[in-house]
């Protein structure tokens, strides 16, 4: 069973950064892709960015490309996102997407996601 958590988010100043962190569990972590997608109050949940396996390809949203940064490390079983140059419109509740087939900017109907984690951009 994978379980993901994810840390790292909190209140910043437009222009700021924040790194989000999530962590598996329970599985083998270099079997899976990984992703980062977000939802804004009222709004459907919208792909972030992804990174392959071995973390040698990412994949990006246009509104991101530029400022977020995916990566992973595999001994430590966990993802990050580092958000530079944070906008208002990046305030969301940011889930961690884990899969056993590459669908993004989709998420693939059998994936796992974990509980979310507020970041807040003040203007």
């Known amino acids: 069973q994978v379980q993901l958590v994810e840390s790292g988010g909190g209140s910043v100043q437009a222009g700021g950064s924040l790194r989000l962190s999530c962590r598996n569990s329970d599985y083998a972590f270099t079997r899976l892709f990984m992703g980062w997608f977000r939802q804004a109050p009222g709004k459907e949940r919208e792909f972030v960015a992804a990174?392959?396996?071995?973390?040698?390809?990412?994949f990006y949203s246009d509104s991101v490309e530029d400022r977020f940064t995916v990566s992973r490390d595999n001994a430590k079983i966990t993802m990050y996102l580092q958000m530079n140059n944070l906008k208002p419109e990046d305030t969301a509740v940011y889930y961690c997407?884990?899969?056993?087939?590459?669908?993004?900017?989709?998420?693939?109907?059998?994936?796992?996601w974990g509980q979310g984690t507020q970041v807040t951009v003040a203007s």
């Open positions: 990174i392959s396996m071995t973390g040698g390809s990412t």
């Open positions: 997407n884990a899969a056993t087939k590459w669908t993004y900017p989709q998420a693939h109907a059998d994936s796992y």
